[in-house]
């Protein structure tokens, strides 16, 4: 092989370099001969996708579309890590959340990569207080840190900690973790927010005696589980962290030390570049209100990570095991400092011994086999990923603004203003996942009606009052719910006969699509035998165009002598005598499933 002195290697040197504009061109030709008459202007828009916040993530990106200097790592804006060797070389933290006081549960996880606790305590969705003790039995304080999520017991749980680290000796210099303070965080869950002077002197006692020890915890997830998009939950944390900064240097704390009081808790999903570009955009966010407040070199973010619950399904719940894989490789290679994997079993109840293991090893496979961590900043240098993480970061940065124009994220708790923009938004979402644009694997795409339901111990009841919990699989959700009544009380679930016409290439792709969208309601489909015999009311005509044109209304005529009182078809709609309803890519599937289920009977 020739290599030129400069050690270029000389594959493409008699090539020409191609043009953005000659690639355009290209692909507006294959788009004509697709059907749809572009410009070549027109072409790469036609291919880009609509995210929220106004994003639209386009089909290319090159060195044009270049984004401010993200820094290095280490160094503010802090957009490619806080720490200039990333997770080198031990990885990011693998942080297992807890709500019941299970020392044997507790040392399991840290027996086994786990490498600190994040403990639910209290009545909003954990374990009293005084049990604390009981659940770090066995616990060496010293090596594994802990973080408290007590809501308003935030000041008795902290109390509760610091007696435990007293007794048992540890040195305040080795303490690690977070209290857990979050006023604002408590309020958006259950509209009740706590005054900060309810554990004042718990964090003024933190900043003063220990030294690794964070008082309070920026938790934007209540955003994200009220359906916030990626741009409004920075925006929350961001006027949060801002307020929380107000009430520590007027409690005496210098900026940089109330920069040190801080913890975020974002979420990840699946959606793993959006995430990567949110964790980066939050800490380029944070370092510009450090620099702003005369402490830039405090401006390193601590974030925790947690997989998202909005994504969580309970129908099919093995497929979680999947989204939280992708979502934990996001918030790695985002870099988060602490990552909780949500059991894949979480939307059921209590986490049994298989998914809890299965939850660390998804880091610990990451991290060790993956090396996920050998590599700062894996996404920085990507057009795509910088230009994504600006983008994301000027939409956090207008929400922001808007709610310190309200009088702060408190005022805009109040006046419902954050309210109503995370409603309008889960609004929007809710659309694309009743037309399954947003599919939903094992929900609203590939159901399995003879799947045996996976049942768990009840969990603690999470904290409610305020902002909603949201999830993706909510609407399919209660059209399998009427389902499995109706099986309850019948013995049998409700059914449609599926009619095919035509020859097997004709009508197999829209038998396979009308099987798969009526399982997504819990309605049983049949396709053999004559539909007298189905024990069906209902039927669906699946075949191709040509077909229907010759045969779809006598078909459906044939039908309905035959006893269906409804008739669909698979297809576009048309003007085909005969036929009720037309079911296709992209119809409103939860409304078409719940008027069948209202015409069958099935409350």
């Known amino acids: 092989m020739t290599v030129l002195p400069d050690d270029r290697l000389p594959l ?8 953005h504009e000659q690639w355009q061109h290209l692909v507006a030709g294959v788009l004509r001969k697709s059907g749809k008459e572009v410009s070549d202007a027109e072409a790469e828009q036609t291919l880009s996708t609509a995210l929220e916040d106004g994003l639209r993530v386009r089909p290319l990106y090159t060195a044009r579309d270049a984004a401010p200097d993200p820094g290095l790592p280490g160094f503010a804006p802090f957009v490619r890590g806080g720490r200039a060797a990333g997770h080198t070389p031990g990885g990011w933290d693998v942080r297992q959340r807890h709500t019941v006081a299970d020392p044997a549960a507790v040392l399991a996880d840290l027996e086994n990569g786990v490498g600190s606790l994040w403990l639910a305590v209290g009545a909003g969705g954990g374990f009293p207080v005084a049990s604390l003790g009981h659940a770090l039995d066995g616990v060496l304080l010293d090596l594994a840190p802990v973080a408290l999520d007590a809501g308003a017991e935030t000041g008795p749980a902290a109390r509760a900690l610091f007696a435990l680290y007293e007794e048992r000796g540890v040195a305040a210099g080795a303490v690690r973790g977070t209290l857990g303070a979050d006023p604002l965080g408590h309020g958006a869950r259950t509209g009740e927010p706590y005054a900060f002077a309810a554990v004042a002197q718990e964090v003024l006692r933190c900043a003063d005696a220990y030294p690794g020890l964070r008082a309070m915890t920026v938790d934007a997830l209540p955003y994200h589980e009220a359906g916030g998009s990626a741009a409004q939950e920075l925006g929350c944390a961001l006027a949060t962290g801002v307020a929380y900064l107000r009430e520590l240097t007027a409690a005496g704390l210098s900026a940089g030390q109330a920069l040190g009081q801080l913890e975020f808790r974002y979420a990840a999903t699946a959606d793993q570049f959006l995430t990567i570009a949110k964790l980066r955009a939050a800490r380029r966010l944070w370092a510009r209100v450090a620099e702003v407040c005369g402490a830039p070199g405090a401006g390193a973010q601590l974030q925790h990570v947690v997989t998202s619950p909005v994504m969580m399904a309970r129908r099919d719940p093995w497929v979680n095991m999947l989204r939280t894989t992708v979502a934990a490789l996001a ?45 700062i900043d894996p996404a920085g240098g990507s057009w795509y990923v910088e230009r994504l993480t600006d983008e994301l970061a000027h939409a956090a940065w207008e929400f922001f603004q808007e709610i310190e124009r309200s009088g702060g994220q408190a005022a805009a708790l109040r006046s419902g203003l954050v309210g109503d923009r995370l409603a309008a938004t889960w609004a929007e979402r809710s659309k694309k996942l009743a037309t399954r644009r947003e599919p939903v694997t094992g929900v609203s795409e590939f159901p399995h009606l003879a799947e045996q339901p996976v049942v768990r111990d009840p969990a603690p009841r999470p904290p409610s009052g305020g902002l909603p919990r949201v999830r993706r699989d909510e609407a399919f959700e209660a059209l399998r719910a009427r389902s499995d009544a109706h099986l309850a009380a019948t013995g049998a679930r409700p059914r449609i006969h599926l009619a095919a016409l035509g020859p097997a290439a004709a009508h197999t792709a829209r038998l396979s699509f009308a099987a798969n969208l009526f399982q997504a309601g819990g309605i049983e489909t049949v396709t053999e035998g004559p539909f007298e015999e189905s024990g069906a009311r209902e039927a669906c005509l699946c075949s191709s165009d040509a077909v229907y044109g010759e045969q779809a209304e006598s078909a459906a005529a044939a039908l309905r002598e035959r006893g269906a009182g409804h008739v669909f078809l698979a297809g576009r709609p048309g003007p085909y005598a005969g036929v009720d309803t037309y079911v296709f890519a992209g119809c409103d599937a939860v409304a078409v499933l719940s008027a069948t289920l209202d015409r069958m009977g099935v409350s």
Do not use: K, M, Q
């Open 12 to 19: 493409a040197a008699e090539f020409p370099d191609a043009t």
């Open 331 to 375: 918030a790695g290679v985002g870099g988060a400092d602490a990552v909780t994997v949500l059991p894949f079993d979480h939307a059921l109840g209590l986490p049994d011994a298989f998914a809890r293991r299965i939850a660390r090893n998804t880091s610990t496979i990451l991290i060790e086999e993956s090396h996920l961590a050998r590599v």
